[in-house]
């Protein structure tokens, strides 16, 4: 299993295509940002301190959600192309099993999710930086890698649920488009949470991989936003976290870390089941 998922990787990272569109959410995020959503968000809460370092901080750590999907969604492809090209049924006859075989891509697309997180977490890093931020302390960032590996396993699971369906190529690149678009607003990343319908804001908040988003949001935020709300009435910050899916609430319910963590472990370990059952039925 691990030297098929070694000829995943380097196949993958060969291609250097798919290397870059697999961070193509992440560029577009990046530019919306910087040239038209950064001053919206700014200006929205003008008068405060440190303001744009809390909603660089607040995008950034969306888009590391964000990038555990779009980029392990980029690795299966090998997945797909193995099926196009009729590789798979070579797989099949090595002394490999089933199992190991589907192994193998998911510790590949896993290990590149991990890799272009921390990329990611490089260039947002720098970004925030660049606008007058501060690097994020060292307890955070071990918090941050924490987050990058266990929202890497969990946010997998329903992006192997997805290709499980797919045997071509065109349709595989559809849903990542598909997938690219509607994960931004999913996240809360090009609207904020609050903003949305109730009934959508229900839908948000039981997609898995916006709970991961939160996760980031609550560790990455928490020095700007003590700067930023130093003083403020504990009313005043609910209503920001709320507004902004920094936290979720569900009615008068609070959803706490634990909560969303346990959240996406059960999400995880049902999406997995499936996409299990769904490989080993085409297998077939």
Request: proline residues 2%; aromatic residues 14%; glycine residues 8%.
């Given at each position: 299993?691990?030297?098929?998922?070694?000829?995943?990787?380097?196949?993958?990272?060969?291609d250097?295509?798919?290397?870059f569109?697999?961070?193509?959410a992440?560029?577009?995020?990046?530019?919306?940002?910087?040239?038209?959503?950064?001053?919206v968000?700014a200006s929205?809460?003008?008068?405060?301190?440190?303001v744009r370092?809390?909603?660089?901080?607040w995008?950034?750590?969306?888009l590391l959600?964000v990038?555990?999907?779009?980029t392990?969604m980029?690795?299966f492809?090998?997945?797909?192309?193995d099926?196009?090209?009729?590789?798979?049924?070579?797989?099949?006859v090595?002394?490999l099993?089933?199992?190991s075989?589907?192994?193998g891509?998911?510790?590949?697309?896993f290990?590149?999710g991990?890799?272009?997180?921390?990329?990611?977490?490089?260039l947002?890093?720098?970004y925030v930086?660049?606008?007058?931020?501060?690097?994020?302390?060292?307890?955070?960032?071990?918090?941050?890698l924490?987050?990058i590996?266990?929202?890497?396993?969990?946010?997998l699971?329903?992006v192997l649920?997805?290709?499980?369906?797919?045997?071509s190529?065109?349709?595989?690149?559809?849903?990542s488009s598909?997938?690219?678009t509607l994960?931004g607003?999913?996240?809360?990343i090009?609207?904020?949470?609050g903003q949305?319908?109730s009934?959508?804001?229900?839908?948000?908040?039981l997609?898995p991989?916006?709970?991961?988003?939160?996760?980031?949001?609550?560790v990455?935020m928490?020095d700007?936003?003590?700067?930023?709300?130093?003083?403020a009435?504990?009313?005043?910050?609910?209503?920001?976290?709320?507004?902004?899916?920094?936290?979720?609430?569900?009615g008068?319910i609070?959803?706490t870390?634990?909560?969303?963590i346990?959240?996406?472990?059960?999400a995880?370990a049902?999406f997995?089941a499936?996409?299990?059952?769904?490989?080993?039925?085409?297998?077939?």
């Amino acid at each position: 299993m691990i030297n098929f998922a070694k000829r995943n990787l380097l196949v993958f990272f060969k291609d250097k295509a798919s290397v870059f569109f697999s961070l193509m959410a992440v560029f577009i995020i990046i530019g919306l940002y910087a040239l038209f959503l950064g001053d919206v968000w700014a200006s929205s809460f003008e008068g405060m301190s440190g303001v744009r370092y809390l909603m660089d901080s607040w995008i950034m750590a969306g888009l590391l959600a964000v990038t555990s999907v779009t980029t392990t969604m980029g690795a299966f492809g090998i997945m797909v192309e193995d099926k196009v090209k009729k590789i798979t049924k070579d797989i099949y006859v090595s002394p490999l099993s089933r199992s190991s075989i589907t192994g193998g891509y998911i510790l590949s697309s896993f290990t590149i999710g991990i890799v272009m997180s921390l990329v990611t977490l490089v260039l947002v890093e720098l970004y925030v930086v660049a606008n007058g931020g501060a690097l994020i302390s060292f307890s955070v960032l071990l918090k941050v890698l924490g987050l990058i590996v266990f929202s890497t396993f969990t946010n997998l699971s329903f992006v192997l649920f997805v290709v499980s369906f797919f045997k071509s190529n065109n349709a595989f690149a559809t849903a990542s488009s598909i997938i690219g678009t509607l994960i931004g607003f999913l996240t809360g990343i090009y609207l904020p949470i609050g903003q949305l319908p109730s009934a959508i804001q229900w839908v948000v908040k039981l997609f898995p991989i916006s709970h991961s988003a939160s996760l980031f949001r609550q560790v990455m935020m928490a020095d700007p936003a003590a700067v930023t709300f130093a003083g403020a009435p504990t009313e005043a910050v609910q209503s920001f976290n709320e507004l902004m899916g920094v936290k979720f609430w569900f009615g008068t319910i609070e959803i706490t870390p634990l909560m969303s963590i346990a959240y996406m472990l059960i999400a995880a370990a049902i999406f997995y089941a499936l996409a299990g059952f769904n490989l080993s039925r085409k297998a077939k």
